[in-house]
Structures are given as C-alpha cells and as structure tokens.
C-alpha cells in the first residue's frame, strides 16, 4: 500500500492508539512504582537536580519530560501534579512507537508496516503500559528508533542517521539497566542474520562496506555524551555516569534472585498466550501465532535482498526475526520476572506479525482467498482491540488480578484512605500542616494521596511517647504501633483498616477528638 491510501489508514491507527492510551488517565490508582517516580520527579522539578541512585528507580530520561508536561499544565507545587500530567509522558513515547514502522517500510514493506502498527496500537500489553508512568515504554522506543536509524543508515549511507543510532544507545542506557538486553540482542541478532544468509543463500560475507569506523566511532562518542549528560543532570551530578556503571553489579545480583518477583520460565509467554481466571480470559495469541508465521517464512524463504512480498528486505525481517527470538529467550530465562518487562520482546514479536500478516496475504494470490483472511485477521484484532480497552478503561478490570496486567497493584482504598485524610485537615487547626505519623515499610503509592500535606514523618518503629492526630501503619508495623501506643489506645484513637494492595491492610490511627469532629461534620 503507497501514497495517500497508506497515509490515510497509518493516520486512522494513530487516531485510534491515541484515544485507547489518553483517555481517563487518572482512572486506575497509582501503582507504588509509579508512585516512587512522581517522587523522584518532583524533587528533580523542585530543585532542578537529579541523583542517580545505583540500588533502585533506574534512569532518568522519564523525568525529563514531564519537566514540560507540568510547565504546560502550569504546575507550580507537588500538589498541583495530576496523574495526567506524568502519565501523558509514556502515552507519547507509545504513540510515537505505534508510527515507528515506517522508518523500516522500505525494508518490511507498507502492508507489513501498517500491520505492525495496527497490532502496536491495540496490543493490550502496550496500550495497559503506555498508561504507566514508568520506564518501560521509553526503553522500548529508543530501541526500536535506534534499529529503525541504522536499518536507515545501511540503506543510505548518511552520517546523520548513524549518529541518531548512537543517540538512541545512549538514551537507553540513561532509561533502564536492562538496556543491555536489548542491545546484546541487536548484536546477536545482527551476526546470526549474517551467519543464516550464508547458510541458506550461500551469501558471500562482505563486511568491508559497512565498516566506516570513523561514523561509527562518532556515533558511538554522541551515545556517551547523551548518557553522560543525562546521569550526571547536566553537570550538576558529576558522580552520576560512574554510578550508572557500578549499578549493574546490583542488578545483575536481582536478576538472579530466588524468591523476590521469581517467576518460572513461561512466565510471559503465558500471560500473552493464554491467561484465564474463572470465566475471564485473555490472550493475545493471534500477535504470537502471526509472529510465528513471519518468523517461519523469513528463515524458511530463500533469496538475495527481497523477500519477495511487496518490497519487503529478507536481510532486515530475518534480522527482526532474530532479535524477537534472541530477547524472547533471555528475557524467558532471567528468574526475575515483571509483566512490563515483556514489552521489550513482545515489540519483536509484533513487528514479525505485521511481516506475518503480509506473508499470507501475499501467499493467497487471489482476492477471494485474500479478503476472507484479512477480515479473520481484522476480527481477531477486534478481539485484542476490546481487551485493550477492558484492561485500561473499564474501572472494573484496571486493578482486578484477573487482569493479567495488574501485578501487585493497590486498589481504590488507597485513594480513599488519601481522602480521608484530606477531610480529617480541613477540621485541624493546622490544616494541611496537620502531623502525620507514617510506620513500617510497606506504605506505597501513599505518598503520592497525601502529596498536599506539608508535615509527614516516615518511621520504622513509632518513637517512644510520639503521637500524632494521625498515625498510618504498614501491615508489618500495626501491632508493634497499638503496643506503643499502650493498653486502651483505642481510647484515644479510632482505628479504621484500608486495603493497600490485596491481602496487605493499612491500619490508620485517628485522634478520637479530630474523628468526633469529622463525625459531627457529617451529620
């Protein structure tokens, strides 16, 4: 497909990933990881500087632009941050990743690229983490744009675009440690797509004319700088790059861990393939079963340069190919296992559907075997279509475990709890300078409900003869707190139970006098 009718149908996906990916933002609760970030953006907007921490919260490219996005929604304190305004950043770097395919059109051809986009858009994994504001949808785009500029340079020869690659290496590194993943998994499958064409093909091996050190060497220089810049908070954290390379230590420690988030090797693959819970299901199997396809044909076809599908490049399918497979496999192998870590392969996987999709299709020959299976293919993408949009925009599936998306999610209490606690300082002379007693460990995405309060004192055990109008303790902590607080503590405080997450319960401690007035008010 070429000219206005690509344009047309490339605009109606968009059009589509965008209202899937914006709409109601604020309607699922802060995860605890999103909650972290918030944190440690405001801090970066408060005080115009970033410490790159080694042991937690990865890099800091996801900061960075909500910088913009809370000068344009005219953010002045903590208090003023909505969840749009922070979650706005990944719904743009997916929606750009729905639109990064036409970059390799030329090598995957237009029906395969529109494809790819179209399964992009309505991923349910992809539109569910286009929704949260971590790093992972970051990562996956300055991969796919880092391919996408060097597929780019091969085919043209220009500097500009060896130099956009090496730019997308060095946002990577300053996303997320398990960029080494990624770009281990360029390498191999750079090598195994040359090694297979001289295989299959009997294709001689040539590498003179892609050598060029002296563009690839300048690449590789603007990568460093744009890491460098970035860790070190533009020379305001000058320890910064040396702590983003003595956290791998850390993190490779983490991903060989036994119990925390240890999952066993089919972990994904199960949750895209099959996830079932009573008489709910989910499964983007129809994304896994093209992709095998595409994966099958590129290895299986033989030939030099066009895979002979419109003006597909077998070189750069078996390439993508590869790389689906090759991240597919480590990321199956790594005991340390969370859902949006899928992202990374699943995209492979993806773009090797898209090449699915245009291998049948080109296959049947004629219309009247061609339409009955685009439109087989189109009803699955319905399918998908509707899951994305239960999984993210249905309040009931947001943060269901049934979803198979929701991993150790908090549920709406944690928003009730937030609110009750804003109620409780109207009626407090100290208003939103009330004193709050936060205890124990597990208390995220807490502090993002109760941004607005001015005075809150996080402790691991609650100091001997403290008190406090309110007191918030963990699940750990709660009976270590009623004990401090003595023998008919109940007395003196009202105790309500919030569910943070399911099976964990916060317990909140309330000055009786504050809570008779809370009463009162609402009587």
């Avoid at 490339?10 to 709409?23: D, M, N, P, T, Y």
């Avoid at 002045?76 to 729905?98: H, Y």
């Avoid at 130099?163 to 090598?191: D, N, P, Q, R, Y």
Wanted: charged share 15%.
């Amino acid at each position: 497909m070429r000219g206005w009718p690509f344009l047309v149908a490339l605009a109606v996906i968009l059009s589509g990933a965008l209202a899937l990916r914006a709409l109601r933002l604020d309607l699922r609760p802060m995860h605890g990881d999103e909650a972290v970030h918030a944190v440690k953006f405001e801090e970066l907007r408060r005080t115009g500087q970033y410490v790159y921490d080694p042991n937690e919260y990865h890099g800091p490219t996801i900061y960075y632009p909500a910088l913009l996005t809370a000068k344009l929604s005219g953010v002045k304190s903590f208090a003023d941050i909505n969840e749009s305004t922070l979650r706005i950043v990944p719904v743009l770097f997916g929606l750009a990743l729905v639109a990064l395919p036409v970059l390799w059109r030329d090598g995957m051809g237009g029906s395969a690229t529109l494809w790819a986009a179209l399964f992009t858009a309505i991923s349910p994994a992809f539109v569910f983490y286009s929704r949260y504001y971590i790093q992972e949808m970051l990562l996956v785009f300055f991969s796919a744009l880092a391919i996408g500029a060097a597929w780019k340079y091969i085919r043209s020869g220009k500097a500009l675009w060896a130099l956009l690659c090496g730019a997308c290496f060095g946002a990577m590194h300053a996303t997320k440690e398990t960029w080494i993943i990624s770009v281990a998994s360029m390498l191999m499958a750079v090598l195994l797509t040359v090694a297979w064409s001289h295989w299959v093909d009997k294709r001689p091996l040539d590498w003179k004319q892609h050598i060029r050190p002296a563009v690839k060497m300048r690449a590789l220089l603007l990568g460093a700088v744009v890491s460098i810049l970035l860790f070190s908070a533009f020379g305001t954290n000058p320890r910064g790059p040396l702590d983003s390379v003595l956290a791998y230590t850390t993190y490779f420690n983490r991903a060989g861990e036994t119990d925390l988030h240890k999952h066993p090797w089919n972990y994904y693959l199960q949750l895209l393939a099959w996830n079932k819970s009573g008489r709910v299901w989910w499964s983007e199997g129809l994304i896994l079963a093209l992709a095998v396809v595409g994966i099958v044909y590129a290895l299986w076809k033989r030939g030099h340069g066009s895979a002979g599908i419109g003006r597909a490049h077998l070189g750069l399918a078996r390439f993508w190919a590869f790389y689906a497979i090759v991240m597919t496999v480590v990321y199956s192998l790594i005991p340390y296992k969370t859902p949006w870590c899928l992202l990374g392969f699943e995209h492979g996987l993806i773009v090797m559907a898209g090449y699915g999709v245009a291998t049948v299709l080109h296959r049947l020959h004629r219309a009247r075997w061609q339409v009955p299976a685009m439109l087989l293919v189109l009803v699955g993408s319905a399918q998908l279509a509707q899951q994305a949009w239960s999984s993210s925009l249905e309040e009931r599936w947001v943060f269901d475990r049934r979803n198979p998306y929701v991993y150790a999610h908090p549920n709406n209490d944690v928003v009730r709890v937030g609110q009750r606690i804003r109620d409780l300082s109207v009626l407090h002379p100290q208003k939103n300078a009330m004193p709050i007693f936060i205890v124990g460990e597990d208390y995220w995405p807490l502090p993002w409900y109760l941004r607005q309060m001015s005075q809150i004192g996080y402790f691991a055990e609650l100091p001997a003869g403290a008190r406090s109008p309110v007191i918030i303790a963990s699940p750990e902590a709660a009976e270590r707190v009623t004990q401090e607080l003595g023998e008919g503590y109940d007395k003196h405080y009202y105790t309500e139970a919030y569910g943070l997450r399911p099976a964990v319960v916060l317990s909140v401690f309330i000055d009786r006098t504050l809570w008779d007035q809370f009463v009162q008010s609402r009587s």
